[in-house]
C-alpha cells in the first residue's frame, strides 16, 4: 500500500497552523533554518512523547518537501508502525531502502513490521539483509533467532541465539527463547543449563520456573530414577509440579519422542508401577520393548483416544502440523468418480465428514471410541457414526460401499491382511480405497516406540495384488514427533 502525502503546497499552507500549536516547531524553524529538518525533528519529538497523530502530520510534511532523503521515510514508516498502520509503514521502510539499502535498521523495522505474518519470508529475508549490512548487529541475531523459534525452525533458532548470547545479549527473553530451542531439539542438559540464566534474570516467572523444573527432570531423568527427578523438578521450579500425574506422562511421551528410550522405559516402568491396570501405559511400555504384536490393544485404543478427544483437533492440528484428511482428500479429487456410499474408517472427531460429505452422498463414520464420535457427531456431516473396531465393523457389514477412507487409521493395524480382504469383498469393481501410512523400509510392518505402526508401502500392495490396483502413491508428512516430521505416504487403490 502506497503512503499517501500531501503536497509541498499544502504543507507550505498549514505550517503557520503547525507553528502555533506547537510552539516547539518554532525553536525547531531557528535552530535548523529549514523547514524539512524542523518538521523532522518536531515529528520525532512528538513521537518520543507519544503524539503519534501530529508526529505522523509532520514527518509525512518532511518527506513531502524532500522525498529522496531515506532517513525521512525511516522516520515516517516507524511512527506509522507504532500507530499500528502497519501495511502504510512497510511501504514507507521499502521506500526508504530503495533510496538507500545500507541500512540495517531500516532492514530491522520492516523485518519487524512482517515477522508476524503467515508468511513469514519477508521478515527472514529482511533481518538476514540487516545482518549483511551489520554483520554486528545483536538486534538482528536476536530477531532472527525469535522469528526461528516462533515458526518451529528449533536448530536456526538455536544458533542464531547462542550467538547472541555468545555476543553478550541479556535480554531474559533471549535466554528464554533459547533454552526452549534447545528443550525442543531433545536436549536437556543445554536446555536445563540455559533455563538456569534465564530463572536467574527473571526469577519471579512461574511459568518460566515450571518449564526449567521440566528440563531439570528430564536430565535427571536421562541417568536417574524417577525420585530423582521429581526432586530435581522441586528445587528448579521452587515446588512440586502442580499435576505431577501429567508431567511424568508427557515427561514419558517426550523421552519416547527423541529416542532415550532406556530412560522413557525407566520411567514407563515406574509409572507402571504406580498404575498397573493403566492400558495406556501397558501398550506403550510394551512398544518401548519391542513385543511383538499384530495390532494395538481395543483396551489402548478405546482409553487413549477418549481421554485425548477433548484437545484432540488442536493438538493434532495446531501442534502437530496434521493435514492427513485433506491431503488424502486432495490425491482422492485427482480421481473423481461418481460416489454415493462413503466409509471413513476410524473416523476419530470427523476431521474428514466436512471434505468428504456432498448432496447425494452417504457417509458413515466408524470409530471405537465413543467419545470421539461424540466430536465428530458435533459436526454434522455423518449420516450414520458406529461405535465399533473397524475391522470387526467391516466383518460385520454385507453391503457395500463406493469409498472405504481411512486416514490415520492404519497406524494402530500392524498386519493388514484381514483388513484388505474385508475391503475387497465390500468395494465393488472400480470402488476407491483411500488410505494413509506411516512408512518404513525395514520390514513388512514394524511397531514403534510411539505405540504406533509403521508400514512399507509395498507391503500393502502386495497384500491388494489381484484384488485391488494402485492409483497412486504420494510422499507426505504425516505429523510432528519431537518437532521432527513423521516419513509416510497417501495411497489409493481402485478396486478390479
Known amino acids: 500500500m502506497d503512503m499517501e502525502l500531501p503536497s509541498p503546497e499544502q504543507v507550505f499552507a498549514i505550517l ?26 518536531m515529528g520525532l519529538l512528538l513521537w518520543q512523547q507519544g503524539d503519534l497523530g501530529p508526529a505522523t502530520q509532520m514527518l509525512a510534511g518532511a518527506v513531502s518537501l524532500s522525498p529522496a532523503e531515506a532517513p525521512l521515510w525511516s522516520g515516517l514508516g516507524g511512527v506509522l508502525f507504532a500507530a499500528g498502520h502497519r501495511a502504510e509503514a512497510a511501504s514507507c521502510i521499502q521506500s526508504a531502502l530503495s533510496r538507500d539499502p545500507t541500512q540495517s535498521t531500516d532492514w530491522l523495522m520492516l523485518g519487524t513490521i512482517h515477522s508476524t505474518e503467515p508468511d513469514t519470508g519477508v521478515a527472514e529475508e529482511a533481518f538476514l539483509n540487516a545482518l ?4 554486528n548487529s545483536a538486534e538482528a541475531v536476536v530477531s532472527l533467532g525469535l522469528l526461528y523459534t516462533r515458526t518451529k525452525r528449533y536448530a536456526e533458532a538455536e544458533r542464531c541465539l547462542s550467538d547472541a548470547v555468545a555476543a553478550g545479549a541479556e535480554s531474559p527473553a533471549v535466554h528464554t527463547c533459547l533454552a526452549q530451542a534447545r528443550f525442543n531439539l531433545g536436549d536437556f542438559p543445554g536446555a536445563a543449563q540455559t533455563f538456569t540464566e534465564a530463572v536467574r534474570r527473571q526469577p519471579d516467572d512461574p511459568s518460566l520456573r515450571h518449564k526449567f523444573g521440566h528440563a531439570r527432570f528430564l536430565e535427571t531423568m536421562l541417568d536417574g530414577s524417577l525420585e530423582d527427578a521429581m526432586a530435581a523438578y522441586g528445587e528448579a521450579a521452587g515446588g512440586a509440579p502442580e499435576d505431577e500425574d501429567k508431567l511424568t506422562r508427557d515427561s514419558f511421551h517426550i523421552l519416547s519422542g527423541y529416542g532415550y528410550l532406556a530412560a522413557a522405559i525407566r520411567l514407563g516402568e515406574a509409572l507402571q508401577a504406580r498404575k498397573p491396570d493403566d492400558p495406556i501405559q501397558a501398550h506403550l511400555l510394551a512398544a518401548l520393548r519391542q513385543q511383538p504384536m499384530d495390532r494395538a490393544p481395543d483396551d489402548y485404543v478405546i482409553s487413549y483416544f477418549d481421554k485425548f478427544a477433548e484437545t484432540f483437533d488442536k493438538q493434532l492440528v495446531d501442534v502437530l502440523d496434521y493435514h492427513g484428511p485433506e491431503k488424502l482428500h486432495a490425491l482422492l479429487a485427482k ?15 470427523g476431521l474428514a465428514g466436512p471434505l468428504l460429505k456432498r448432496p447425494g452422498r452417504i457417509l458413515t463414520g466408524v470409530d471405537i471410541s465413543s467419545r470421539m464420535l461424540e ?3 458435533a459436526r454434522q456431516a455423518y449420516d450414520r457414526l458406529v461405535a465399533s473396531e473397524a475391522i470387526a465393523y467391516l466383518a460385520q457389514q454385507e453391503r457395500g460401499f463406493d469409498l472405504i477412507f481411512a486416514a490415520d487409521f492404519l497406524i494402530y493395524v500392524g498386519d493388514l491382511a484381514l483388513l484388505l480382504r474385508h475391503a475387497a469383498r465390500l468395494l465393488p469393481p472400480g470402488g476407491l480405497l483411500a488410505l494413509t501410512i506411516e512408512t518404513t523400509d525395514d520390514a513388512a510392518y514394524r511397531l514403534l516406540p510411539s505405540g504406533r505402526f509403521a508400514h512399507r508401502p509395498g507391503y500393502i500392495e502386495d497384500l491388494g495384488r489381484g484384488d485391488f490396483v494402485l492409483l497412486r502413491q504420494e510422499p507426505t508428512m504425516i505429523r510432528l514427533e519431537a518437532n521432527r516430521p513423521v516419513d509416510g505416504a497417501l495411497m489409493l487403490f481402485e478396486r478390479i
Open 16 to 41: 503557520p497552523k503547525w507553528r502555533i500549536e506547537h510552539p516547539r516547531l518554532e525553536a525547531m524553524f531557528e535552530r535548523y533554518g529549514e523547514p524539512v529538518k524542523a518538521l523532522r525533528h
Open 132 to 135: 549483511q549490512c551489520d554483520p
Open 335 to 349: 480421481h473423481d468418480r461418481p460416489l454415493t456410499s462413503i466409509l471413513d474408517l476410524g473416523c476419530g472427531t
Open 375 to 377: 466430536k465428530a457427531a
